[in-house]
C-alpha cells in the first residue's frame, strides 16, 4: 500500500507494532474485503507492515491527528517505548491490540530471565555462537562514517500500560479479525464508547462458560497429562481428562477457538474480568481438583505439571500480579 495523501473528512487510523511477532498485523488484513470497509471510513497514516511512512513523518504530525491507534506488541526496548510515547501524543483512541500489548504476550516470558541472562544466552553461551571476545550489542557505536545507533534492551518486558496511558485494550493472539471488526464499527458509529480502561472485543466470563465439552460437578483427578500423552475423547472436557486447559482463567469471546479444533486453550485472551492474574485463577482452579489430601501426594501430582510459570502465564506474566521472576 502506497501513503495517500489523507481526505480531511476520514478518521486517520494507525497500526503499530513493538516487540511482536507480526500476527496482530496480519489480523487487520485478515478481515479481507472487510478492510475495503475500514478504509472506506478511515485513512491508514501510519502502518509499517503496509505502508512506507518514516518515524519522522509520525513524529512531525499534529499531536491528537490520529483517531485511532492499534498498537500491537509489547516494549520491550527503547524504540518501542518511544513510538508508544509517540503514538499516544498523537492518538486520541489508543488500543492496545494483542495479548502482547495487553499483557506482555509471548516476548513477556522473557520477564523469567534478566537482561544480562539473554544477552549472555544469545551472544556467549548458545551452541551456536562464536565469540571470543564476548562481544555485546551497544546501543552507540562509533564508525569512520558516524555514530551508529540501536535500541536499548530493557531489562524487563512491559505491557503498553505500564509506559504509556491506554484507553481500551482487545486482548487475543492475535484478536479474531470479526471482533477487531465489531470494535472498529462501534468506534466509527459514534456510539457511547464503553468506559476507558475496559476490555473489548471480548466477553466479561470464562472460556469454560461458552465450552461444549462435557463437564462432571466436583470431577477430582489424581494424574496430569501433556497433550500428546492421552488420546482425547474429543468430547469431555480437557481439564477433566487431566490435561490442563486455561479456559477457567480465560477471559472468552474467540469463540473457544482451540478447544473446538481439539486443542486446550491456551489463555491468549487474558483472565475474565472478575480476575486479574490468570496463573493465580488456574491455580485455585486445579487446586480444586487434585484428588489427594496429603502434601506429599498432592506434590507428587503437581510436579507432573511441566513448566507451571510458562503454562499459567504464558500470555501474561508482565502485566500479572507476578511481573517478573525477582532475583
Ligand atoms: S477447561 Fe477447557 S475443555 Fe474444559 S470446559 Fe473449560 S474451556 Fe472447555
Ligand atoms: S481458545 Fe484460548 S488460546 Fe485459543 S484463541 Fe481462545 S483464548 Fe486464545
Keep these: 500500500m502506497s501513503p495517500e495523501p489523507s481526505s480531511s473528512n476520514k478518521m ?16 487487520v488484513l485478515d478481515t479481507h474485503e472487510k478492510l475495503l470497509d475500514i478504509v472506506a471510513v478511515a485513512d491508514p497514516v501510519f502502518w509499517p507492515i503496509a505502508m512506507d511512512i518514516k518515524y519522522k513523518d509520525v513524529e512531525n504530525m499534529p499531536d491528537q491527528s490520529i483517531d485511532l491507534t492499534l498498537f500491537n506488541g509489547a516494549v520491550r526496548n527503547s524504540e ?3 513510538m508508544a510515547e509517540v503514538l499516544r501524543r498523537k492518538t486520541k483512541i489508543l488500543v492496545a491490540y494483542g495479548s502482547c500489548a495487553y ?20 551472544y556467549e553461551l548458545s551452541e551456536s555462537t562464536t565469540n571470543p571476545e564476548k562481544t555485546r550489542p551497544q546501543p552507540e557505536f562509533g564508525v569512520p562514517e558516524g555514530l551508529l ?12 500500560n505500564k509506559v504509556v496511558d ?6 487475543g493472539c492475535p484478536p479474531q479479525s470479526e471482533r477487531l471488526i465489531d470494535v472498529f464499527n462501534l468506534i466509527v458509529s459514534g456510539a457511547q464508547l ?19 465439552r462435557k463437564k462432571t460437578e466436583n470431577k477430582v483427578i489424581s494424574k496430569f497429562y501433556r497433550p500428546w500423552e492421552i488420546q482425547d475423547d474429543k468430547e469431555t472436557c480437557f481439564l477433566e481428562q487431566g490435561v490442563i486447559c486455561m479456559g477457567p482463567a480465560t477471559r472468552s469471546g474467540c469463540g473457544v477457538r482451540c478447544v473446538e479444533g481439539n486443542s486446550p486453550c491456551r489463555g491468549c485472551y487474558g483472565p475474565p474480568a472478575a480476575s486479574s492474574d490468570p496463573g493465580a485463577k488456574m491455580m485455585s482452579a486445579i487446586g480444586t481438583m487434585i484428588d ?11 510436579e507432573d505439571i511441566v513448566d507451571p510459570g510458562g503454562l499459567f502465564y504464558r500470555f501474561s506474566l508482565p502485566g500479572s500480579i507476578l511481573g517478573k521472576k525477582i532475583t
Design 80 to 82: 518501542n517505548k518511544h
Design 149 to 160: 545507533e540501536i535500541p536499548e534492551f530493557f531489562n524487563e518486558v512491559y505491557p503498553l
Design 166 to 171: 491506554v484507553d481500551y485494550y482487545i486482548p
Design 103 to 122: 499483557m506482555g504476550g509471548i516476548p513477556g516470558l522473557a520477564n523469567f530471565y534478566s537482561r544480562e541472562d539473554i544477552l549472555k544466552r544469545v
Design 194 to 212: 464503553p468506559p476507558k480502561g475496559s476490555v473489548v472485543g471480548a466477553n466479561e466470563k470464562t472460556n469454560c462458560d461458552e465450552c461444549k
Design 12 to 27: 486517520k487510523l494507525a497500526v503499530y507494532w513493538g516487540a511482536a511477532c507480526g500476527g496482530c498485523c496480519v489480523s
Design 292 to 302: 489427594a489430601n496429603d502434601p506429599q501426594e498432592i506434590d507428587k501430582v503437581i
